[in-house]
RNA sequence: GGUGCCAUCGCCAAGUGGUAAGGCCGCAGCCUGCAAAGCUGCUAUCCCCGGUUCAAAUCCGGGUGGCACCUCCA
């Protein structure tokens, strides 16, 4: 396996710290608000790395955190005169829906914060008896990014001589600008800590460093095998959370990087003043979870994403193509077999991800399918091969687990499924009359439905088109 | 200002030295009562200039044009 480490901005060969298993570390959200498109790229990126992991045989330990102190919490609560867990509940769990919604595995650990004070509580004080760390008069905890060497060495930023002088002259107690809180002094009643360092909250790059060594770090030489976020968190955050590591422990903190790019809509960075797609809960209104997860994860994880609609429906005609074929092998039973279209797939997806070249080894498999189906229906050695094939692939990629007739009729009640089916059943009987005039014109009622029809040889279907 | 990323067919998008995957759209055909679906065939020399090399979309230099981070935002 392959991945692009962005410290050393290079493709690596994945060899992992234990053969027993990988660990795997992502930032999670922050449960103040529902999650967007961008979070859901995120999970899904991550939730694709651990099932090529698996597929390739490695027991993972995945760990995504909830962050549920946070500065934009407690605001939240105020502004609604709700408690904090009132908020971080709400949004813990809209966050497991939205996710579920997008076929996204749970992660094996997921710490919250809340529940890892006593892991910071350890961390900060190693670092203060090291003299990594220092307390100011206020109570604040600072962490002294002087004393670590090896500052600034997973982002590759350089400081800036100018800011520097300017912050310096603005700045508060700190000893260096660049200092950045790992506990903050606060004693406001909504939500405070008792700590060996007086009342507060810890500072946000505290707690991962904390739960990582807390639930998964080893005697290695580094704490983990890979640590994931988005791509802005590689600075200030992912650079903090190594200098704590690194000056708390004998150990780096990851062996490996990954940062999933961003994701824009129509061009424009995402933000909440261009409505309402921007949230999974809105997105998932209008399309198919699945069909979210197959967009969002079509092409290179660490490129920017941009999404449109248009897009999105090219997209979906390419997962329609799956579901036909599921279709037509439907009932089959799933046998293990040896496919070459499985082991390039696995190929593809350990070289970094390579979904775009993955789509198009299935889009190959399911041609080679249907041609060969065509030419003989009732060829079993391609029925099974295919069935298996797909198994894979849902596995792997998280594609196609729905029921495949089910999946063609989206968003569609119960009541107008019932109105379809009739029309469908009366077409049916005006063919067998050879009526043709009466069915073209049951056929146009169907479609005004948003509903296409295909005869076949196994029936009339009709499929949600739009 | 600092750091870094990117630029491939109308659109989306693989490909990191050996002669341009795939999808959408479009055109032609097979199939069909007609369709739809499915299948077959057709459609690019890789932003510009220069260099290295037997050989470059792929490496180096210089342009031009996008974008991100440097403000607790995935």
């Not at 508060?172 to 606060?186: G, I, R």
């Not at 569609?412 to 379809?420: E, F, H, P």
């Amino acid at each position: 396996m392959f991945i692009y480490d962005s410290v050393q901005k290079t493709k690596r060969e994945f060899i992992p710290l234990s053969k027993e298993q990988v660990t795997l570390y992502v930032c999670g959200p922050t449960v103040y608000d529902d999650a967007h498109l961008g979070h859901a790229k995120s999970a899904l990126v991550f939730d694709l790395l651990r099932r090529v992991l698996e597929a390739n045989g490695h027991n993972v330990i995945y760990a995504r955190n909830i962050t549920d102190i946070d500065d934009k919490i407690i605001k939240k609560a105020a502004e609604q005169g709700v408690g904090i867990t009132d908020i971080t509940d709400k949004f813990t769990e809209a966050y497991h829906v939205d996710m579920s919604a997008l076929g996204i595995e749970r992660p094996t650990l997921e710490p919250k914060a809340t529940e890892s004070l006593e892991a910071m509580f350890e961390l900060i004080q190693k670092l203060i008896d090291t003299n990594h760390a220092y307390q100011i008069e206020n109570g604040d905890v600072y962490f002294d990014t002087q004393s670590d060497q090896k500052y600034l060495s997973i982002s590759g930023n350089k400081q800036n001589d100018d800011d520097r002088q300017e912050r310096v002259e603005s700045s508060t107690a700190k000893k260096h600008p660049a200092d950045f809180a790992l506990w903050k002094s606060v004693n406001d009643k909504s939500l405070t800590f008792p700590s060996p360092f007086g009342a507060g909250r810890p500072g946000w790059h505290t707690e991962c460093s904390a739960m990582i060594e807390k639930h998964l770090a080893g005697d290695d030489k580094f704490a983990i095998d890979i640590h994931g976020g988005g791509a802005d968190l590689l600075f200030p955050h992912h650079e903090n959370e190594a200098a704590q590591t690194r000056c708390s422990s004998n150990h780096e903190l990851a062996n490996y990087w990954m940062h999933n790019g961003f994701v824009n809509i129509d061009g424009e960075k995402m933000s909440k003043s261009l409505g309402n797609s921007f949230f999974i809960k809105d997105a998932l209104k209008v399309y198919d979870g699945e069909v979210l997860r197959f967009y969002l994860l079509s092409t290179n994880y660490r490129s920017n994403f941009n999404f449109n609609e248009q897009d999105l429906l090219a997209s979906k005609k390419r997962l329609d193509k799956m579901y036909r074929l599921k279709k037509r092998l439907f009932g089959m039973k799933i046998a293990d077999e040896k496919t070459e279209m499985k082991t390039k797939l696995l190929e593809a997806l350990s070289d970094d991800l390579n979904v775009s070249l993955g789509l198009a080894i299935i889009d190959e498999m399911v041609a080679n399918a249907n041609e060969t189906l065509d030419a003989n229906p009732k060829d079993k050695l391609i029925k099974r091969q295919s069935t298996s094939d797909l198994a894979f692939i849902e596995k792997v990629l998280g594609f196609g687990h729905q029921n495949p007739f089910e999946y063609f009729q989206f968003g569609l009640d119960a009541d107008t499924k019932k109105k379809i089916d009739d029309l469908v059943a009366q077409r049916s009987d005006a063919k067998k009359e050879k009526n043709f005039e009466k069915s073209d014109l049951l056929r146009d009622e169907i479609m005004a439905f948003g509903v296409s029809i295909m005869d076949t040889a196994q029936g009339t279907f009709w499929e949600r088109t739009e």
